[in-house]
């Protein structure tokens, strides 16, 4: 069937090492997966379900770009991410199947917009505008897992102009990536070129036009990225 307008094209990452791209199709994220990053936002750390929150494809920021700082705040956060990336899906996956479904891993930052989800947070209202604004995804090339196994435990880290503001440990998250694919298919069918955001560790903290963003996770990826 012909398009009434033109159709939009396909979001890329690049895979390290390789000439082609990983094509996206979904991008979900795991809200408030690191005990000590539920306290500093003022909630119980205990493993309670996890919840997940969407950014859409084309706000993913590709490596080697500049953030331009987003219109309509004066408060954007840095959150430092390991990033899945599924080469197979399905409904109720099972957790011992899971990581059969995982084609690599990357290193992200979900850039929030801080004042405006604090707003919708007191009025009850969805954290879209503050979560899935243009260029709010920076990500790394991914990186094969059958080149780096699946991580289990190594550093994430984040620093802005040198200093370090985030740092953790991947055994530090309260739903492993076995458990949030697991959880994550049990609400929606899931599917080769979905990305997922697994949650960041304390220490977010403010950027400001000018900054130099680095951050890792060690044994997979680093991003680094200047704030416009």
């Known amino acids: ?9 396909p979001v890329l990452l690049p895979i390290s090492g390789s000439l082609v791209g ?3 199709r979904r991008v979900y994220c795991v809200g408030r997966n690191y005990a000590a990053h539920a ?7 205990d493993r309670e379900p996890p919840f997940f929150f969407q950014k859409n494809p084309d706000n993913l920021l590709a490596a080697g770009n500049t953030f331009p700082y987003p219109p309509l705040t004066s408060d954007v956060h840095h959150e430092v991410e390991l990033v899945v ?6 409904s109720d996956i099972a957790v ?9 891993y990357a290193v ?4 929030t917009r801080r004042d405006l989800q604090a707003e919708a947070k007191k009025a009850g209202k969805p954290w879209a505008a503050a979560k899935a604004f243009e260029h709010s995804a920076p990500v790394s090339a991914i990186v094969p897992a059958e080149a780096i196994g699946h991580p289990v435990n190594g550093n994430i880290w984040l620093k802005v102009n040198g200093e370090t503001r985030q740092k953790g440990d991947l055994d530090q998250m309260i739903w492993k990536v076995p458990e949030i694919i697991a959880e994550l298919s049990k609400l929606f069918t899931l599917a080769p070129g979905d990305i997922i955001m697994t949650g960041t560790p304390s220490g977010v ?12 996770v060690d044994g997979v990826a680093a991003l680094a ?3 416009l």
């Not at 069937?1 to 094209?9: A, G, K, L």
């Not at 306290?39 to 750390?45: K, S």
Request: aromatic share 6%; with cysteine; proline share 13%.
């Open 1 to 9: 069937m012909e398009t009434i307008i033109p159709p939009p094209p």
């Open 108 to 111: 992200g930052i979900d850039f």
């Open 205 to 216: 903290g403010p950027v400001v036009r000018g900054d130099e963003v680095a951050c890792g």
């Open 225 to 227: 990225v200047t704030v």
């Open 22 to 24: 990983f094509p996206v």
């Open 39 to 45: 306290i500093e936002m003022g909630h119980d750390p």
């Open 85 to 90: 990336a599924l080469k197979r899906g399905g």
């Open 96 to 104: 011992d199947e899971a990581l059969d479904c995982v084609y690599g």
